[in-house]
């Protein structure tokens, strides 16, 4: 079945530093890919629509600054979290739409902790 | 924008028993409304989905039911196993946002043997 990768899935970082996020479509392609965060007992929070070939679409009070977004291919889309603090601390999920089929698949998730 | 409520926020049922869990949603232009399974400290798995032109869905031991009218959809898990226990989330979505999902708040299910 189709496969949604996401690399790192764990990263530990020092406050200030930055960390990039990749999440790939193993067996198909994605014009289209989300990213959501997830902080404990919680609900998936949507942040932004990653377009190919295009500006990513944030939602509101999510930082566009902060968590950049490049999708620069049909099978991968980043995700930057630039100057972490422990505040951003999550873990991070995208999910990917599959080009031909319409379907919607999930990474398993990445988890950021910011020291 | 659309806005999704899901209740109960936590839910025990003993091995065997059904379990229901429900959700209503705010925007009457939504027409997809999947279910999600998280388990611990991974991504959330699709177990059944609905679109609006249905009113139930069943596969196995899992269904859901739509009434578009009070805007409310239900997972229904029938002959609950331990395998079961896990974080559950509903989710809406309209066809024309590509896949924008906007998530419920979850439900732990806890299966007791």
């Known amino acids: 079945g189709a496969v949604v990768s996401q690399h790192p899935s764990r990263v530990i970082c020092k406050s200030g530093t930055s960390v990039k996020i990749e999440c790939r479509s193993l067996d198909f392609q994605a014009t289209t890919m989300f990213w959501y ?79 | 924008g659309e806005n999704v409520e899901q209740h109960p926020s936590t839910l025990s049922v003993q091995e065997g028993d059904s379990a229901v869990i429900k959700c209503t949603y705010s925007d009457s232009a939504s027409n997809y409304f999947p279910w999600y399974k998280q388990e611990l400290g991974k991504g959330p798995q699709l177990i059944i989905d609905i679109r609006s032109n249905v009113g139930e869905k069943k596969d196995q031991r899992i269904a859901v039911t739509l009434n578009k009218t009070a805007k409310h959809f239900s997972l229904h898990i029938t002959e609950t196993q331990p395998e079961d226990s896990a974080v559950y989330f509903c989710a809406a979505s309209r066809g024309n ?4 999902l906007i998530f419920g708040q979850g439900t732990e299910l806890s299966v007791k043997p």
């Open chain 1, 37 to 115: 965060r997830q902080f404990p007992k919680q609900s998936l929070m949507l942040m932004a629509t990653s377009n190919e070939g295009s500006k990513a679409t944030y939602e509101q009070g999510v930082e566009k600054d902060k968590f950049l977004i490049n999708h620069a291919s049909l099978t991968l889309s980043t995700l930057t979290v630039t100057s972490a603090h422990p505040e951003d601390s999550s873990f991070y999920i995208c999910s990917a739409r599959d080009l031909e089929t319409g379907e919607l698949f999930f990474g398993e998730g990445s988890r950021l902790t910011v020291l």
């Open chain 2, 97 to 100: 946002q590509g896949g924008k």
